[in-house]
C-alpha cells in the first residue's frame, strides 16, 4: 500500500534537469506513475508560471491522459520512452481544440480578438501524441513569431528568461524556452523561419535543433515561410533528449509533400547512433569570420569563442580559420537590414492554406474570409508585418492569396548559397562548422536591440542545420552558446559534435526558480 501511495504521488519526484531516460526508469520500475510525474510537473508549473509566463493554454486532459497511460503500463502493452512523459508544444503548431493564435490579439478571444480552434492536430502533434507523450500545454511566443529577441509582443504578454529574467528570453520559441530550462516538462517543441529555435535556446542554456528544411513536417504550424524556410525542432536540456526528440517528429508524411525529400536521409538507428565522447577527435571543423558575415565578434564573444575553441581543441578536433575568407558568401547577405526575410514572400499563400487546414467548424478557412472579420489588417502600414505587405510580392498575394506566389528568385538564391557552402567545405574537407552562437551579449527583455545571431538568416536561406549546446556566459548574466552547422541532413553528426563538447565541458546552467521567486515576491 505504501509503495502505491508513492508512486502514484507526486510529492517526492524531482523533476529539476530530469533526463528522458531517468524518467523512463522511473516509469518502467514503478518509483512513479506518469499521473504522479505529470502533476509534479504541474505542481512546478502552478508555483513558478506566475514569474515566468511561459504559457498561453495548458492540456486540461494532461493527467486523464497519463492516467491513460499508467493502465496501458499496467497492462503490460508495449509502450515507448516518451510515453507518459510531460512535454510543451510552441504556440504556432495546431492542437485539436485549443486555440491557434500566431500569438496575435485579433486572434484571442481573450484579447478582444477572434478564436481559431482547429479540428485535427499539426503531424508533429499528433507524433507526440502517437508515442504516449503528455502535452502540458502551449508556449508563448510574439505575435506572429516575428521577434528573435523576446515575446513582448504576444497577446499574453512577455515572457522571462528561466536563467536571469532580465534577459531576453529569445524568441519567437520563447515559451518553449523557458518552459524547458525552468523543468517545466522535458523536452518541447520549438520552430523556426529566421532564429527561433537556435536564439531561445542559446539565450536560455538549453540544447536545440535547427533541422534541415523538409526533414521535419510543418503543415499545421501558423506559418511565417511555411513552402521555403520554416521547421519544427527540440528544445532540450541534453544532447541526448533533444536527439530522441528529433527521432519522434522527424521524417515524411503525406500531410506535408515537400518531407518526401527527407526520405534516404532519416538515420535507421536514429540521431542517438553517433553520440560518441570522443566524436569531435580528428574532425575538421570550420571557424566564424567576415568571410561568412562581416560583422566581428564584440571582444567578449570572441573571448568567449576562444575559450570554447581550446576546449574542443582539447578534443581532438582540427579547426580551420574562417574557411569562406576570399568567397561571395557574405554577398549573399542583404546589407543594412536588422533580418533578412528572403523566403517570406510565400507568407499569405502559406497561411490561407494554414487556414484551410483548421477545419469547417473553425471561424474561418481561408486567408479572405479572415481578412473579412479581423478589425486590424496586420499587412497594413505602421502595423507589426506592415513592412513585408508593402513588398511588391506580398502585395499581390494579399489581393489574391490562393495563387502561389513566383519563388524563383528565392529559389536561386538559397542554390547559391548551397553552392558557397559546399564547395568551401568540400575544398577544406570540413565535417562542419562551429561558431559562437552570439556576436554579442543579449540584449535585455525591454531593450529594443535585436537578437545577435551569427547564423540568421544564412542557414535559413539556405535550408542548413544548425545544433546549438551551452558554452559559458557572458558578463550579464546571459547564457552563452556554440552553434555547429552542416551540410544538409547532417543532424546525427552536428548532434555527436555537440555531445562531445557537452560531456567534456557541461556548461548548461542551471536556473535557481526558487530565488528568483523569492526575489519578485518582495517587488
Known amino acids: 500500500m505504501d509503495m502505491m501511495v508513492h508512486a502514484t504521488s507526486a510529492v517526492g519526484i524531482d523533476v529539476v534537469e530530469m533526463t ?30 506566475p514569474c515566468y509566463n511561459a504559457f498561453t493554454f495548458m492540456n486540461p486532459d494532461a493527467l486523464s491522459e497519463a492516467r491513460a497511460i499508467d493502465k496501458r503500463r499496467s497492462a503490460g502493452d508495449p509502450l515507448g520512452l516518451f ?94 524556452a523557458t518552459a524547458i530550462a525552468a523543468s517545466f516538462a522535458l523536452v518541447g517543441l520549438a520552430e523556426e523561419t529566421g532564429g527561433s529555435i537556435q536564439n531561445p535556446a542559446a539565450a536560455q542554456s538549453l540544447v536545440s535543433v535547427k533541422p534541415t528544411f523538409a526533414l521535419v513536417p510543418n503543415t499545421g504550424v501558423a506559418p511565417l515561410a511555411g513552402s521555403t524556410r520554416d521547421v519544427v525542432g ?5 544532447v541526448r533528449d533533444a536527439a530522441l526528440l528529433l527521432d519522434i517528429i522527424a521524417g515524411y508524411t503525406i500531410e506535408d509533400p515537400k518531407t518526401v525529400a527527407a526520405i534516404g536521409h532519416v538515420p535507421e538507428e536514429g540521431y542517438t547512433s553517433l553520440l560518441a565522447e570522443d566524436a569531435l577527435a580528428g574532425r575538421r571543423l570550420g ?64 497561411f490561407d492554406n494554414f487556414l484551410k487546414r483548421l477545419g469547417p467548424s473553425a471561424a474561418a478557412t481561408s486567408f479572405r474570409q479572415l481578412a473579412s472579420m479581423l478589425m486590424i489588417d496586420p499587412f497594413a502600414e505602421e502595423t507589426l508585418l506592415g513592412a513585408h505587405g508593402q513588398t511588391p510580392l506580398i502585395a499581390q498575394s494579399l489581393k489574391a492569396p490562393e495563387t502561389p506566389p513566383d519563388m524563383r528568385a528565392f529559389a536561386k538564391l538559397r542554390e547559391s548559397y548551397l553552392t558557397i557552402f559546399n564547395r568551401v567545405l568540400d575544398e577544406n574537407a570540413l565535417d562542419a562548422l562551429v561558431f559562437p552562437q552570439s556576436s554579442h551579449p543579449l540584449p535585455g527583455v525591454f531593450d529594443e536591440a535585436t537578437f545577435p545571431a551569427t ?52 556548461h548548461r546552467i542551471i536556473p535557481d526558480l526558487e530565488h528568483t521567486a523569492v526575489i519578485q515576491s518582495r517587488t
Open 20 to 49: 528522458l531516460d531517468e524518467a523512463a526508469r522511473g516509469l518502467a520500475d514503478g518509483r512513479f506513475t506518469s499521473e504522479a510525474l505529470t502533476k509534479a510537473h504541474l505542481d512546478r508549473i502552478a508555483a513558478y508560471e
Open 83 to 176: 510515453a507518459g512523459v510531460p512535454v510543451v508544444i510552441k504556440e504556432a503548431m495546431d492542437f485539436a481544440g485549443l486555440p491557434s493564435t500566431a500569438g496575435w490579439a485579433g486572434l484571442s478571444s481573450a484579447a478582444g480578438g477572434i478564436d481559431l480552434v482547429p479540428e485535427r492536430d499539426a503531424p508533429v502533434v499528433a507524433r507526440l501524441k502517437e508515442a504516449g507523450a503528455i502535452i502540458l500545454g502551449k508556449t508563448n511566443i510574439p505575435a506572429f513569431s516575428h521577434d528573435g529577441a523576446r515575446a513582448n509582443t504576444s497577446w499574453k504578454g512577455p515572457t522571462y528568461n528561466a536563467v536571469d529574467r532580465a534577459i531576453a528570453p529569445g524568441a519567437s520559441s520563447s515559451g518553449t
Open 234 to 238: 527540440p528544445h532540450a536540456r541534453t
Open 287 to 350: 571557424l566564424y569570420g567576415t568571410g561568412w558575415r562581416e560583422a566581428p565578434l564584440s571582444e567578449e564573444a570572441a573571448a568567449l569563442y576562444a575559450a570554447a575553441i581550446a576546449e574542443i581543441k582539447t578534443l581532438g578536433a582540427v579547426l580551420v580559420d574562417d574557411p569562406f575568407k576570399e568567397t561571395a558568401f557574405a554577398d549573399l547577405a542583404m546589407k543594412n537590414v536588422e533580418f533578412d526575410s528572403r523566403g517570406m514572400e510565400s507568407i499569405v499563400y502559406d
Open 455 to 506: 547564423t540568421v538568416s544564412e542557414i535559413n536561406i539556405a535550408g542548413l542545420p544548425g545544433v546549438t549546446v551551452p558554452a559559458g556566459r557572458y558578463a550579464n548574466g546571459a547564457p552563452f552558446s556554440l552553434i555547429f552547422v552542416g551540410r544538409m541532413w547532417t543532424e546525427a553528426s552536428l548532434l555527436a559534435f555537440a555531445y562531445a563538447y557537452e560531456q567534456a565541458t557541461r
